[in-house]
């Protein structure tokens, strides 16, 4: 998952944040939104949209880019109805249209983390929801991906991050191979689910092993790419490398529909849950590459 604190030392926002609707400021739900201080909340809060966090508030993992606290987390079953339940209250109460929900990983409790998806999937996709399910790489298990898969979100996306050859440093418990196979997974088992992956530039990777990586990536299956810069949000986190100029964000777009992924979304800004509820009600699925 991608979450970053983004503090843009190139570019001058132009939202005001101060006007920011209430929306993700709701009390006791975790939006990766508000948490993170996405660039594009705004944005996305005036299209109803936002990105939910579940599986508690630390994370088994200590990913390098990652802001999220890796601790002891709160037994799933102390967590799972509160955090259902507040999530279905907020999208309710806000008139939301359409939900990303993403998570930690819980490599303690992996079965019932993929259940909490499920069940918080089925119950909006009742209310008419869009559902985006963002999910960790549950080690490519294809048992609790099938749980998962089973909730019938819109759109099923898993994150690739970075290069290959980056990815040990960048997600030491995570596995590249690993985060690919979940990908084919869903393409083999959920032919009509749109699937989608992003990573970020900008933590050392070259232009020939991009284009590895989106070779892997439309191999892979997904509809969906998104491409954005990393800025390191924490003096804990690893430093950025490069920052990509407008032009190379482009450039990127370009080489990704050369390979044969149409959907891109590649800019300075872009993450991956941004303008999720646009691409989701415009693309179908298998008509796409
Ligand atoms: S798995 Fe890594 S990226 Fe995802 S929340 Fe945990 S530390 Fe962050």
């Given at each position: 998952m991608q979450n970053y604190i983004v503090k843009n030392p190139k570019k001058k926002l132009t939202w005001n944040f101060s006007e920011v609707p209430p929306l993700l400021k709701w009390e006791g739900v975790h939006t990766v939104c508000e948490e993170s201080a996405c660039p594009n909340r705004a944005e996305c809060s005036s299209m109803q949209t936002a990105t939910f966090l579940i599986g508690g508030k630390y994370c088994t993992r200590n990913c390098a880019f990652c802001l999220i606290e890796n601790g002891r987390p709160v037994p799933m079953e102390q967590i799972i109805l509160t955090e259902k339940m507040e999530i279905l209250k907020a999208v309710f109460d806000l008139n939301l249209k359409f939900a990303v929900i993403t998570s930690v990983t819980r490599d303690d409790d992996p079965a019932n983390l993929a259940l909490h998806f499920r069940e918080i999937s089925q119950s909006l996709r009742h209310m008419n929801i869009g559902v985006e399910l963002l999910i960790p790489d549950f080690k490519a298990d294809r048992e609790n991906l099938k749980i998962i898969g089973d909730g019938q979100p819109d759109v099923i996306a898993h994150n690739l991050e970075t290069i290959e050859r980056l990815s040990q440093k960048i997600r030491p418990q995570a596995s590249y191979k690993k985060s690919l196979e979940v990908l084919q997974y869903y393409r083999g088992q959920y032919p009509k689910m749109l699937l989608k992956t992003g990573f970020m530039v900008?933590?050392?990777?070259?232009l020939p092993e991009i284009m590895q990586l989106m070779k892997d990536i439309f191999n892979a299956g997904a509809d969906i790419l998104t491409v954005g810069q990393y800025l390191?949000?924490?003096?804990?986190q690893v430093q950025v490398e490069k920052f990509y100029t407008e032009q190379e964000f482009e450039n990127l777009k370009n080489m990704a529909h050369e390979m044969g992924i149409k959907n891109v979304q590649s800019g300075y800004f872009t993450r991956s849950s941004y303008n999720a509820a646009a691409y989701a009600t415009r693309i179908n699925p298998g008509e796409t590459r």
């Open positions: 900008g933590l050392g990777e070259t390191q949000p924490g003096k804990t």
